[in-house]
């Protein structure tokens, strides 16, 4: 990802590429450790915490 950076770019494009990273990688281990969810329960999820969007979650979903 580094390498894709602009030559003129700066330290906080270097530190944000760098926390974007991090976050995937640990991401990615809590997934592998902890187990990950379909698209679909995670919509259910959201829905559950936001009810005025729940018809629109499980519609976006229901079209895939």
Do not use: F
């Not at 187990?35 to 976006?60: F, I």
């Amino acid at each position: 990802m580094l390498d894709k950076l602009p030559d003129n770019c700066g330290l906080d494009d270097v530190q944000n590429s760098l926390y974007v990273i991090a976050k995937v990688q640990r991401g990615i281990q809590a997934a592998n450790a902890y187990g990950n969810l379909s698209q679909l329960e995670a919509a259910q999820r959201v829905a559950k915490w936001t009810p005025q969007y729940a018809s629109y979650l499980m519609h976006v979903i229901a079209s895939k």
